[in-house]
């Protein structure tokens, strides 16, 4: 085995430990990732340093976006990983397209973009991050509309994908995929393209299950990444409501929690990771960074345990996606095709 890197701290998880989930290709993605959107509310620099520290205490897969804004700041603290002794081939890198860049010549020229910030030669995983390409500001609130903002079109959507498509037979992108989509658009992109997508990024935490979403993926061999792996307790203002619910405040995961001697938060990933999800948490702070990871390699949660959460389910979506509707009116509800139908 070739020696561990420099960096790795005395306390932190051994990479080799961490288990990986295998895609259709045969490529393995660590099932514990740091995600980089930082709310609004954590400096651009803060989430470069979260990096650093995730790096050493023993992450290696890392789940960026381009309207995060940070890719160039991630990009310097890979730079480091990289130099520092951690081989390309053992990180994982994942970046996503945004909605004002579906236009097919605009595909390209984001991904590059992205390749220059983060300063990397290939992503291993690149995703369309919605399958709406209606743009909205940085910022706004959950009542800013696009003029310009329409319903999902299905041959407008495979235009970008092909381009995606692209990307992977440049050789700038190892895997591409999907993130927010809903079964009834996935039905169209999977009968359509010409490489399927890799792994769906879908939000997935206890009082958000998707059973059927979840099932519907892994019967076609599409990896579950789940974000908000814990309830999203960062998220931005804007996207809150009041009837949100609090995964880590519920008395079954807090139950759980107290009899294990760790923090709910650790519950909800121990169950994610056991339903078979990739998870993405989001923090800032070491301890919270190695519990998370830690949760990845520590004694499973039991049968009981796995029963009493499922059970907890409550439909909670907390990543609505107001402000991609496209007129005046609608409930948020007409972008997750909840009746099986893709809204017009």
Known sequence: MAPRPSPLADDGVDPDLVPKRALATGARIPVVGLGTFGSDSVSHDAVAEAVLEAARLGYRHF??????????????????????????????????????????????????????????????????????????????????RSPDARPYAHESYMRTWRQMERLVERGLVLHIGTSNMTVPKLDLLLRDAAIPPAANEMELHPHFQQPELLRYVVDHGVAPIGYSPIGSPGRPERDRTPDDTVDTEDPAIVAIARRLGVHPAVVCLKWGLQRGHVVIPFSVKPANLLANLRAAVTPPLTDPDMEAIAGVDRGCRLIKGQVFLWRDGQSWRDLWDEDGRIAR
């Open 63 to 144: 789940d960026c976006a381009s309207v995060y804004g940070n890719e160039a700041h991630v990009g310097r603290s890979l730079r480091t990983i990289l130099r520092s002794g951690v081989r390309r081939e053992d990180l994982w890198v994942t970046s996503k397209l945004w909605n004002d860049k579906h236009g097919e010549r605009d595909v390209l020229l984001s991904c590059e973009r992205s390749l220059r910030d983060l300063q990397l030669d290939h992503l291993d995983l690149y995703l369309v991050h919605w399958p709406f390409p209606n743009y909205h500001p940085p910022g706004c609130d959950v009542t800013s």
